[in-house]
């Protein structure tokens, strides 16, 4: 990972992730005034084991590790993280979270969707799917704060999970793979499927 001074195109700092990245890291200013970046590794090249880090935007130095030791991929389908985390907002109860899907662990077609605390990297929660997930999760919000989680998998499978437990509330299958991000307005959840359709689902 390299971060660049935009205004003079000098490199500040580099730091090593371990492995191919395909997941978007994402950016947070925290409570203490510094910038923190989320970031996670797909498996390509380092033996069944993925990375999720906490990276310190000033220094690239690491404030945190996770790691899947039993990852699995070939050379058509990696393993590991392939999609952008949920980053919990600020006020509702997923505030010191931020989730990530983890595919192809621990077996070959599994998956797990993870959340784990901010400030520590330990698991919050942690749900088992039956089939990985490529899509990237997504929260839905209630006005009091209360949140939802919905995940969508390589065999067609929507969930839509308990924000504060992981356990799932609801479920729903479209037929077949998603591997698209879904969008969300309002109680509307849309996503493209490898069936070549586009699905709209209420979520309320």
Known sequence: MFCVDLNTMELKWSQFVYDDTN??????????????IYTASSMEFNEGTVYI?????STGEFVWKKTYEDVYFDESVS????????????????????????????????GVLVALSKETGDIVWEKSLNNYAWS??????????T??????????????????????????????????????????????TRGQK?????LG
């Not at 880090?53 to 935007?57: E, F, G, L, P, V």
């Not at 010191?96 to 192809?104: A, F, K, M, N």
């Not at 949140?147 to 504060?164: N, Y």
């Open 147 to 192: 949140a939802h989680v919905v995940i969508c998998d390589s065999a067609g499978r929507i969930q839509m999970l308990d924000g504060k437990t992981g356990e799932t509330v609801a479920t729903i299958n479209v037929g077949s793979n998603v591997e698209a991000s879904p969008a969300v307005y309002n109680d509307i959840l849309v996503v493209g």
């Open 79 to 110: 393993g590991g993280v392939l999609s952008s985390p949920v980053l919990g907002k600020s006020g509702t109860e997923l505030e010191d979270v931020v989730i990530y899907s983890v595919s192809r662990t621990p077996g070959y077609s599994n």
């Open 23 to 36: 997941a978007t890291p994402c950016f947070e200013w925290g409570e203490d005034g510094n910038g923190y």
């Open 136 to 145: 990237s999760p997504v929260a839905v919000y209630n006005e009091d704060g």
């Open 53 to 57: 880090c906490k990276i310190n935007a």
């Open 198 to 202: 586009v699905v709209g689902i209420r």
